[in-house]
């Protein structure tokens, strides 16, 4: 396999010294106009590239942030995008390690401290919050998506958010919501708070049952809720669940939202999809994106109280919800 071009083989083509293409790639003051275009010339023909793992290493700072996201999860993904967007407009490169059933969280984030990035952006961590304030000793680390004490939190208003589903569905004459409840996933106690809290305001039946974060985790709902009569209105942790739930009830014969009324969370690009056409309470990821990159750029440099952003949620109706047909 061909070796990788080093400093010493452009500067033996360009006729310069190693310290002068040195000063070349670095774009440092030194060499002449004419000495630089002979030296990039030389890097061209060669395929010379600056190794910018090398660069860090000689420098203290690296001017890297590291994500930790779990893979799948839609909404997550937009973040990252939103987070890409945030880093670059403050001078940022972005370090990403996932998730995954064989990759744990501690592993991701082990990963990125071993590239030495500055700050830590964790994407609906699970992590134990003693381990969230621990890693804030390192570095700063800046929790998205989930309540946690002792670091830096940006988040969604889940329990407005959640508030806003049942306002919703009530106010289109349901009388009793069904929810499938997210369990310990980030922000799932706060969204149970939200729905309990405004299906009591609003006078309607409550009932939870077990769902989860995943398509799988809804589908598994809804066979278990066909076993009885199904309720006419049904609020789901997150997009995902709502859509597993969806897929079982339609092979069932079930129609949404005729026969049931069908509310999400986050907003995800499949909600939009016309055939989901999918009510949800959708969160701001670039906003959540922004303020998180930012508040991680702002503790690098400094060592100011931890702060608890909050984002405001806003429902989003489309056509899976629907008034209940009252029977004669």
């Known amino acids: ?111 990125l401290l071993d590239d030495r990035v500055e700050a830590l952006v964790l994407i609906g961590p699970e992590l134990p919050t003693r381990e969230l304030v621990e890693l804030d000793t390192r570095l700063p680390v800046v929790a998205v998506a989930r309540k946690a004490r002792g670091v830096d939190v940006v988040r969604n208003n889940d329990v407005f958010g959640a508030g806003l589903a049942v306002e919703h569905l009530a106010g289109l004459g349901h009388t009793a919501i069904t929810y499938l409840d997210g369990g310990r996933a980030p922000g799932a106690a706060e969204r149970r708070k939200g729905y309990r809290t405004a299906a009591s305001a609003a006078g309607v039946g409550a009932t939870i049952v077990n769902g989860g974060s995943t398509e799988r985790a809804g589908a598994a709902a809804a066979t278990a809720l066909l076993e009885s009569p199904l309720p006419t209105a049904v609020f789901a942790f997150n997009d995902r669940c709502a859509l597993g739930f969806i897929d079982v009830a339609i092979r069932a014969g079930v129609r949404v939202p005729h026969d049931v009324s069908v509310v999400g969370f986050d907003d995800s690009p499949l909600a939009g999809l016309t055939h989901v056409d999918l009510t949800t309470v959708g969160q701001d990821s670039a906003q959540l994106a922004d303020l998180a990159v930012g508040r991680a750029v702002e503790r690098i440099d400094s060592t100011d109280a931890r702060v608890d952003l909050v984002c405001e949620p806003k429902l989003v109706i489309r056509g899976s919800t629907a008034a209940p047909i009252l029977m004669p």
């Open 1 to 111: 396999m061909r070796d990788r071009p080093t400093l010493h083989d452009v500067a033996a083509r360009a006729g310069v010294s190693r310290a002068l293409v040195s000063i070349v790639m670095r774009e440092a003051p030194g060499a002449s106009d004419a000495t630089r275009e002979r030296v990039r010339q030389a890097a061209n023909e060669l395929g010379y590239r600056p190794d910018p793992r090398a660069r860090m290493l000689r420098s203290q700072r690296t001017n890297l942030l590291g994500v930790v996201f779990t893979a799948g999860q839609e909404f997550h993904a937009g973040l990252v995008d939103g987070v890409y967007r945030a880093a670059e407009q403050r001078g940022y490169d972005v370090l990403l390690s996932c998730v995954t059933p064989h990759h744990d969280e501690r592993k991701a984030v082990r990963t």
